[in-house]
């Protein structure tokens, strides 16, 4: 079995910060890129950052400059460090990350269960 777990969600004040982390776990063989999404209340789920295994990232504009994303291969986790946050960033973030496993030698994606993002104005 093959798991993301996302950790480090909470409430916080805007201009605030926190850091997210999704540690993967399970008969994973290899884990290519990663990242992180997330869904607001009546809106769909959009992508906030990737990583590739290379270390090569984006960002969606909207949170450009104020997020970081980084991994810790070794540990097989992917990390969010979010600054400035506003209202607008409040929702559920999810992780997500395309790997290959013990069963799976073609990369399938993976996802966590999410993680409650709240930024008071």
């Known amino acids: 079995q093959v798991q993301a777990v996302e950790s480090g969600g909470g409430l916080v004040q805007a201009g605030g910060s926190l850091r997210l982390s999704c540690a993967a776990s399970?008969?994973?063989?290899?884990?290519?890129?990663m990242g992180w999404y997330r869904q607001a209340p009546g809106k769909q789920r959009e992508l906030v950052a990737r990583i590739s295994s290379g270390g090569i990232t984006n960002y969606a504009d909207s949170v450009k400059g104020r997020f970081t994303i980084s991994r810790d291969n070794a540990k097989n986790t992917v990390y969010l460090e979010m600054n400035s946050l506003k209202p607008e960033d409040t929702a559920v973030y999810y992780c997500n990350f395309r790997a290959t496993t013990m069963r799976n030698f073609i990369p399938r994606d993976y996802w966590g269960q999410g993680t409650q993002v709240t930024v008071s104005s």
């Open positions: 399970g008969s994973i063989t290899s884990i290519n890129g």
